[in-house]
């Protein structure tokens, strides 16, 4: 199942990437597939990833609208992951 996946803010800065598409394993079934298990698969690549992607240093939007980690994520679908944004 191939998505697209856009980083802004300090996780683009930490992973120094902006861009890409992957290709999420086979071994959860299509429909189950979610923003968490999303994450818990990036963190895999390592250090600068579980990093990154730590829970509370991260939001995401599935086609531009904002998700909780339980969200299904559907073939083609755009996921960006980006810094919480804080202000006054």
């Known amino acids: 199942m191939k998505i697209e996946l856009l980083y ?3 996780p ?5 990437i902006s ?3 992957v290709d999420l394993p086979d071994e959860l079934p299509e429909g189950s597939k979610t923003l968490a298990d999303l994450l ?10 579980q990093q ?6 991260v939001r995401c939007a599935i086609n531009q609208e904002f998700c909780k980690p339980n969200s299904p994520i559907k073939a ?6 980006f810094s ?5």
């Open 19 to 21: 861009r890409e598409s």
């Open 52 to 57: 990154a992607l730590a829970e509370n240093r």
């Open 40 to 49: 818990a698969w990036l963190k895999l690549r390592g250090e600068n990833w």
């Open 8 to 10: 802004f803010g300090r």
């Open 84 to 88: 919480p944004i804080s202000g006054g």
């Open 76 to 81: 083609g679908d755009e996921v960006a992951i």
């Open 12 to 16: 683009s800065e930490i992973l120094r």
